[in-house]
């Protein structure tokens, strides 16, 4: 049900790949409640994605960006501010790994493809607010948000080097945020997701049973793309104005369960 949280805002969203994204159901979501923005990806994750459906159904403009990339986002910020003048709200959900894609494991990396994942999934962040506070591209009280997963604090041995670039995700977030809020009233948090059935999230070992397990370990259930949606809608509205520099988890309780019951009935009938 829209509520029109986002009407007259203006915005961009990083990494909407095809209808499995949350980026994807932000651009649904963040339309249905009155905003406009412009959607980017890399020219690569363009031709592979199905974005132009999206672009068209939210009458969206596209602008190709590799967010690793201080050129090339400076042609993006420079076209959306001509777009729209400053803009209200940023989403950055972008993740990539070389060594989960190939299947190499962490302590095994491969370096190259170590700093790669670095870069492409915290440092572009970085990079993206970068750009946005010496344009001077967004209005006061502006959202900006990037989607990590509880990996960052805890162990998931398959995560690879993915739990690295979440860290420094969530580091960058508050050290830019500090700044960003001081200079310019701009609020800078991550959201910590359930395990999703996305792209990226799919090209990990073992997710399918991962999905599973936090299922049975999380209190309300994991929590579908959609609703990750429905929370940035909120954090990027004006009813969560005074909440920055933090990492949200998203996660129906996951985050502070130690165990479940459901677990442990599985344990204790493997005793019996």
Sequence with gaps: MANNLLKGKKGIIFGALNSNSIAWKVAERAYEEGAEFVLSNAPIALRMGEINELAQATGSEIIPADATSIEDLTVLFDKTIEKFGKIDFILHSIGMSVNVRKGIHYTESNHEYYMKAMDVSAISFHKVMKVAMEKDAMNEWGSILALSYIAAQRVFPDYNDMADA???????????????????????????????????????????????????????????????????????????????????????????????????????KGYN
């Design 166 to 268: 979440k860290s420094l995700l969530e580091s960058i977030t508050r050290s830019f945020g500090y700044h960003f809020g001081e200079r310019k009233k701009v609020r800078v948090n991550t959201i910590s997701q359930s395990p999703t059935a996305t792209t990226a999230g799919s090209g990990v070992k073992g997710f399918d049973g991962f999905i599973s397990y936090a299922e049975e370990m999380s209190p309300l259930g994991n929590a579908s793309a959609l609703a990750c949606a429905d929370y940035c809608i909120s954090m990027f509205s004006d009813l969560t104005k005074y909440v920055t520099m933090q990492n949200l988890f998203h996660d129906g309780g996951f985050s502070f369960t130690g165990v479940s019951r459901s677990v442990m009935d599985k344990f204790e």
